[in-house]
């Protein structure tokens, strides 16, 4: 196709654009995390296709976003205490089913 335009009366100009993309450096850390809800979320992050790294990175970029946690976090009043407590000492507890929740 150049040789077409070679003898014409067009001049063809290339123009390259170089795209700069910011290189992020990783670097290792290491945490204590509860073994049963990291494996949870483990599960979780392979279904959605990324890592425990991803998902670790993923949450430090909103803190940045927000300037703090990126959800709300409470401290419970006196009633919710109380209620807590008993549920822990099997006070104030009834079993119950799936099918019973449902209704």
Same mark, same amino acid.
């Given at each position: 196709?150049?040789?077409?335009?070679?003898?014409?009366?067009? *001049?063809?100009?290339?123009?390259?654009?170089?795209?700069?993309? /910011?290189?992020?450096?990783?670097?290792? *850390?290491?945490? @204590? #995390?509860?073994?049963?809800?990291?494996?949870?979320?483990? #599960?979780?992050? @392979?279904?959605?296709?990324?890592?425990?790294?991803?998902?670790?990175?993923?949450? #430090?970029?909103?803190?940045?976003?927000? @300037?703090?946690? /990126?959800?709300? $976090? @409470? $401290? /419970?009043?006196?009633? *919710?205490?109380?209620?807590?407590?008993?549920?822990?000492?099997?006070?104030?507890?009834?079993?119950?089913? $799936?099918?019973? #929740?449902?209704?």
């Amino acid at each position: 196709m150049m040789d077409e335009l070679a003898g014409s009366r067009y *001049t063809t100009i290339v123009l390259f654009r170089e795209v700069v993309m /910011p290189v992020s450096i990783k670097e290792t *850390t290491s945490i @204590k #995390l509860d073994k049963q809800a990291k494996e949870e979320a483990r #599960l979780i992050f @392979k279904e959605l296709g990324i890592t425990m790294g991803d998902a670790f990175n993923m949450f #430090l970029s909103q803190v940045n976003l927000h @300037k703090g946690i /990126p959800f709300e $976090i @409470k $401290i /419970p009043n006196e009633l *919710t205490k109380q209620v807590i407590r008993e549920a822990r000492l099997g006070k104030n507890v009834q079993d119950f089913s $799936i099918d019973e #929740l449902n209704q």
